[in-house]
């Protein structure tokens, strides 16, 4: 009776885990390997002739310059934008959940650009910077601003922050709201008694209390950011003179441009392995510190 | 216990349709089919009556501006060719990832419109073109299949010829020059010079850069520094292999440096000056059209951009670029060509079916007349095919033409698709944009160029 039930379980655990299972087998684990047993060869993404060639395209990845510059501005990026849209999206989540007048107006309105695909908006906000602010920058005389920003080499890796960061911080501050409202009202409002002003009261009992939520924002927002690609393609295409060519761009740019799909793989495997230690580490360090309610 | 068997129906329901999702194609009509030719053909045979036959193939195009051409021409082909259905692909911002994609996802297109290096790097996937397999191969021009020959096998149709130089806007130039400007009157750096001084007189910007990677790299740098006005192809790839090893430099090459002197001139009097690296072919265009600048470094494709803006009486030609001051220089008063994209037919993953209805929808395309007519009309270029009696109307292509005609116009590749690896024009070409910026001097682009070829190397 016992065996019966057991298998009758078992089967009803199969039913439900084994397509998932299949289904993260064929799209994650199998793409994955597949992935990690093409870095070991010489293949160009085309040719039907592939050759074992060893760990030679990881010590190619290793060597190459223009790769490990690639990953400094990398690196430079993802600061910037990871501190930048994190403190715009929870800002602006303090401001629609003070109780603000068509603050749901507002938060539709925050969001939206994240609902709008990176292709798309890198298109628009080049013509903002090649077209539309060189036109007011000439029309009202400001030199500084009659020039696109998308030509020079540290305005465009700038421009580039700023739309990420425009993108983001939207995405992010629902999670920030989320978190906001689920702190205790009764809390603030002792605080308030207490005597706290308001920059004290988020400090000291909103910020610490929505530890959870900045965990989760800063993990997405660096693993967004570190694997940034649709926004580097349109807004930049790596230009002026590769001068922003993020990572992952470098990498697309290696496989299909270059035909080097062994050593494109590879940058990708280690990419991957940089994004997971990052993103673990940051998870680690931030829930060290949390503040049970 | 009715849920629990509900949820058990669903699962399966879902199970089954994601296996007939994974499970493979066994229409030997769709691209994509399994690629072995002989079975493919044995299953012709025993199959039902050809003429009830249904084929499906696939056309990949890489030329931008010119879709709704393409899928008017199918329709023609689909209407004479009953049974041959013709899926079109165009192409997006990056021809060739899209192309690695269709193939690894095993639906490698029956025909495709490439690059020569592209098809050169893929050859081995690609049919053979045979005169026996295909008659109307003596309709073809036979210097401009050079450039998709390879190891004595043709891979390769092209689509066009295309010329490039300094297109100029002829109103400007008349009026810069007091008369009806000749583009046989310049035949030194130093004569194209004493022009751009004459047009600026007028107002006009005396040129103009587009500049993109794609223009600067692989238009000038790659075909003219690396192109036949250097020597023969031995000669060519001698040289790369000298930068290969570190032994050439480009500074203390004279090809070099009396090109980069040309490329300073045009770079002086450029309308883009004040921001070089906006790169729009179209806001260029504009430019040109309407006078702002009266020359710009590109090719006879242009007119896609500038046929919707042209007036009644507009005209523009080609000015060839001069590498010296030398007027007994040939290439000096000649234009750069090439075949720059060719029609080729997978032999990879598609069926024998489906080569043959590829190479017939290829046959169409250099042949047909109508096929000719709507190809020269939008596109405006001369097309290298034999029995094509359609006039240009784009006053480019008429300057290619007559460039041609007149044994003044070279072939960039030459006999050695190979020579520039497939990414020359992005890495190099960055490098050519910097320059043009002012971002480094010719000395460092020389390093640059010559560190891409050394990293090549190892």
């Known amino acids: ?293 | 216990m009715k849920r629990k068997w509900i949820s058990v129906l669903l699962m399966i329901v879902m199970t089954a349709s994601m296996l007939a999702g994974c499970g493979s194609k066994q229409d030997s009509g769709t691209p994509g089919a399994e690629p072995d030719n002989k079975a493919a053909a044995e299953k012709t045979d025993e199959s039902a009556p050809a003429d009830a036959k249904e084929v499906n193939i696939s056309f990949y195009s890489t030329q931008t501006g010119i879709d709704d051409t393409y899928l008017d021409i199918i329709d023609h082909f689909e209407a004479d060719n009953p049974g041959i259905t013709v899926e079109y692909i165009a192409a997006g911002d990056d021809q060739l990832q899209k192309w690695m994609s269709l193939y690894a996802s095993n639906e490698g297109p029956t025909v495709s419109l490439m690059d020569p290096i592209n098809i050169w790097e893929n050859q081995d996937r690609m049919r053979e073109m045979t005169k026996e397999d295909c008659p109307w191969l003596d309709n073809i021009l036979e210097e401009s299949l050079v450039s998709y020959i390879y190891n004595d096998k043709l891979y390769g149709i092209p689509m066009s010829a295309a010329g490039y130089g300094l297109l100029y806007n002829q109103k400007v130039l008349d009026e810069a020059v007091g008369g009806t400007f000749d583009p046989a009157s310049i035949k030194t750096r130093s004569d194209l010079e004493a022009l751009f001084k004459k047009i600026e007189a007028t107002g006009a910007a005396g040129s103009m850069f587009t500049g993109v990677n794609w223009s600067l790299g692989s238009h000038y740098l790659g075909a003219l520094v690396y192109g036949p006005a250097r020597g023969d192809v031995a000669t060519r790839d001698a040289f790369v292999q000298a930068q290969k090893s570190g032994e050439a430099n480009l500074i203390d090459d004279s090809l070099f440096n009396g090109l980069m002197d040309t490329f300073d001139l045009i770079a002086e009097y450029n309308y883009n000056k004040k921001d070089p690296l906006v790169g729009n072919v179209n806001m260029d265009a504009e430019a040109l059209v309407t006078g702002k600048a009266g020359t710009w470094f590109m090719g006879d494709w242009a007119w896609v951009y500038l046929a919707d803006l042209v007036a009644e009486g507009d005209s523009f030609g080609i000015i060839p670029i001069p590498y010296s001051d030398d007027p007994d220089d040939k290439f000096n008063t000649s234009i750069p060509l090439s075949y720059p994209k060719g029609y080729c037919v997978d032999a990879s993953q598609n069926t024998e079916e489906q080569q043959e209805a590829g190479l017939k929808f290829i046959e169409y395309i250099t042949s047909n007349e109508y096929a000719q007519k709507v190809s020269i009309d939008v596109g405006g270029q001369a097309l290298p095919y034999k029995n094509c009696t359609a006039e240009i109307k784009s006053p480019l292509g008429q300057a290619t033409q007559k460039y041609i005609s007149e044994g003044k116009a070279y072939d960039i590749y030459d006999g050695s698709v190979n020579g520039l690896p497939s990414d020359f024009w992005y890495e190099c070409g960055a490098y050519t944009c910097e320059y043009l910026a002012g971002a480094c001097d010719r000395k460092q682009l020389s390093e640059k160029v010559g560190s891409y070829w050394k990293a090549l190397e190892n």
């Open chain 1, 1 to 293: 009776m016992n065996a019966t039930k057991k298998i009758k379980n078992l089967r009803l655990f199969a039913l439900f885990v084994v397509p998932s299972v299949f289904i993260w087998m064929t799209v994650v684990i199998i793409p994955l390997l597949y992935g990690v047993a093409i870095t070991f060869t010489d293949w160009n993404g085309l040719s039907m002739d592939i050759h074992f060639i060893g760990i030679k395209n990881y010590i190619a990845v290793f060597r190459d310059t223009a790769f490990l510059t690639s990953m400094l501005k990398t690196v430079l990026y993802v600061f910037l934008s990871v501190l930048g849209s994190n403190l715009i999206a929870f800002l602006l989540a303090l401001a629609v959940t003070s109780g603000m007048k068509g603050q749901s107006l507002f938060r539709t309105g925050f969001f939206t650009p994240n609902i709008i695909g990176g292709i798309i908006l890198g298109y628009i906000w080049n013509f903002i910077f090649s077209y539309a602010i060189t036109g007011i920058g000439e029309r009202m005389g400001i030199e500084g601003l009659s020039t696109s920003m998308l030509t020079h080499p540290t305005k465009a890796l700038t421009a580039l922050i700023i739309v990420t960061i425009w993108q983001m911080s939207g995405y992010l501050m629902v999670i920030y709201i989320a978190g906001l409202t689920n702190v205790s009202q009764e809390l603030i409002e002792a605080a308030r008694i207490d005597g706290a002003s308001p920059w004290q009261i988020v400090r000291n009992v909103k910020f610490p209390l929505i530890r959870n939520s900045v965990t989760i924002c800063i993990f997405l927002s660096i693993t967004r950011t570190f694997m940034s690609f649709d926004l580097n393609l349109s807004l930049t295409s790596g230009g002026p003179y590769k001068s922003t060519e993020l990572i992952a761009y470098k990498i697309y740019q290696t496989a299909f441009s270059s035909m080097e799909f062994g050593k494109g793989q590879a940058q990708a495997l280690v990419l991957f392995v940089i994004v997971v230690t990052v993103s673990l580490l940051q998870v680690y360090f931030t829930r060290r510190g949390a503040v049970e309610e």
